[in-house]
């Protein structure tokens, strides 16, 4: 019989042999799928600058065109000595290019800021705008990273980075006006003639775009900070942030009185205020109290900072857009003491107690309050009602299910002792405790039922005794003889005197049975 191949197997050793796949890709410090621009080696000194354009190695790759690099040669230069050194080594100039305006009534052509990055690595070439706050206009990346050529076939390299150089780039005419010093010193250091930088003009929409910030004063505008929440920016280094984050959930609150007793129908009203801490909210809500006669108004205050003077919640032109209400000072809890009365729309608060939470936190701050003058609302003494005799309905030693509401509720049950003892059962011989001569010959069979604690009498017929047998006692839980419970499985031990109903039963034999097995 032949074994089968079983792969990583040994038919001869019987042992399992490591045969693993040799790695076909590297990962390298330019990562997978790099561009297809490759270092090769360089020809000497001769590539360096010599003070002309046109012998200055542009791209960086020995004078060979990045764009006829066979695919035979990638990796030959990622991991090259010179890619590691100048991969994290970026040049970087500024400049602009003009874009001509035909429907404008205000300026007929704008000039563009840019950003020209030249990444020493590889060579490769990448063009920015910088973004302008509420510029209304597309900015950012102009260019993606990559080899860039002019319209003349050359490609562009750090002698393009010089101040006043022109660049045609896919029909836009750009200057370079600037460099950064580490850029004008990386040039510098290899032979070139790095000149004075040149002032990027301003002229039109873009000399307002760049005052904008300045006057538009929405840096931290609600409505701004919104929306950029809804674009993913949730974090906003600011002093409401700090409160946010230090007090979420936190609440203080604080018992209120009304009173209005002087008005017609007027009567002194209970309130509960909570200032959440988080945002310097408040929401006041009305403390209800049974039997007063007055229909049910439980928010006074919707959540919301709650001004000290109320008028200016009515000043709508002096809002900003997208604001509730102007800048007027607000309530904080700094303001709040026990005592104290303040005017909230037209009625005169008096703060009257404050719990144990907002007491603490207040003596963490270093402000001791003053004793509570009264808690809200009323202390109610309710009558105890009195457990009435068990009438013989429902069950007896359940926590007054059957008279504490008017539809009589069902007692709970037990299912895991319904379920796990279902069809155990105790059976037990028994004579009864008489006077009576004839009641010595009768004997009664005791079924005790484990699941719900119910039992059943049972008396077998004695032919020609007079009595007639059968079922003693019907099948139900009885009480125990101290009137404090039902009977249980413990009641019943052999020579034991048990009473049932009334009935003194002397327990003869007991056995353990279930339901099909011992019958």
């Not at 040799?22 to 003070?51: C, F, I, Q």
């Not at 006057?215 to 600011?238: C, Q, R, Y």
Request: hydrophobic share 35%; glycine share 10%.
């Amino acid at each position: 019989m032949s074994i089968p191949l079983i792969p990583g197997w040994n038919r001869e050793t019987n042992r399992q042999v490591c045969r693993g796949r040799t790695k076909n890709m590297d990962y390298r410090s330019a990562g997978v799928g790099a561009a297809p621009v490759r270092h090769v080696e360089s020809t000497g000194n001769a590539t360096l600058l010599t003070g002309s354009k046109a012998a200055f190695d542009t791209n960086m790759t020995g004078g060979v065109d990045p764009y006829m690099q066979s695919s035979t040669k990638i990796g030959d230069g990622i991991g090259s000595e010179l890619h590691v050194s100048q991969q994290p080594k970026v040049l970087r100039s500024f400049g602009y290019y003009r874009e001509a305006i035909s429907e404008s009534s205000e300026e007929t052509f704008r000039d563009r800021q840019i950003s020209i990055l030249i990444y020493l690595s590889d060579g490769t070439c990448e063009i920015n705008e910088p973004k302008v706050q509420n510029s209304g206009i597309p900015q950012g990346k102009i260019l993606n990273r990559g080899p860039l050529k002019t319209e003349d076939g050359e490609l562009i390299g750090p002698g393009h980075l010089l101040p006043g150089t022109f660049l045609k780039v896919y029909g836009k005419m750009m200057k370079v006006c600037r460099c950064d010093p580490w850029t004008r010193n990386w040039l510098s250091n290899r032979g070139l003639v790095v000149g004075e930088d040149c002032p990027i003009p301003q002229n039109g929409a873009s000399r307002v775009l760049a005052k904008l910030p300045e006057w538009n004063g929405k840096v931290h505008f609600p409505l701004k900070m919104f929306m950029e929440a809804s674009m993913g920016k949730h974090n906003h280094d600011s002093k409401a942030t700090k409160q946010f984050l230090d007090y979420d959930q936190d609440k203080l609150r604080f018992s209120l009185v009304w009173d209005n007793s002087d008005a017609l129908f007027g009567d002194i009203m209970d309130y509960s205020m909570l200032y959440y801490l988080c945002d310097d909210t408040v929401q006041i809500q009305q403390s209800r109290r049974a039997n007063t006669g007055r229909e049910e108004f439980p928010t006074l205050f919707k959540r919301d900072q709650l001004l000290k003077d109320w008028k200016e919640f009515l000043h709508v032109h002096h809002r900003q857009v997208g604001a509730k209400y102007g800048d007027g000072e607000i309530w904080t809890w700094r303001d709040f003491r026990v005592g104290m009365t303040f005017n909230m729309f037209g009625r005169e608060m008096r703060v009257t107690a404050v719990d144990f939470t907002t007491r603490d936190f207040f003596a963490k701050q270093g402000i001791e309050l003053k004793p509570n003058e009264r808690w809200a609302g009323e202390v109610v003494e309710r009558p105890m009602l009195p457990h009435p005799q068990f009438n013989g309905y429902g069950d007896k030693f359940h926590a007054g299910t059957e008279w504490k509401s008017l539809v009589p509720k069902q007692p709970k049950k037990d299912y895991n002792k319904i379920i796990g003892l279902d069809g155990h059962r105790l059976r037990m011989t028994a004579r009864i405790l008489s006077d009576n001569p004839d009641d010595e010959k009768r004997g009664f069979v005791i079924t005790y039922f484990l699941h719900d604690d119910t039992l059943l009498v049972f008396e077998p017929p004695i032919r020609n005794s007079g009595i007639v047998g059968g079922k003693f006692l019907e099948k139900g839980k009885f009480e125990h003889e101290n009137g404090a419970r039902y009977i249980r499985p413990d009641d019943f031990q052999a020579g034991q005197v048990t009473k049932i109903n009334y009935f003194d039963f002397i327990i003869d034999s007991l056995v353990h049975d279930k339901a099909g097995l011992g019958e």
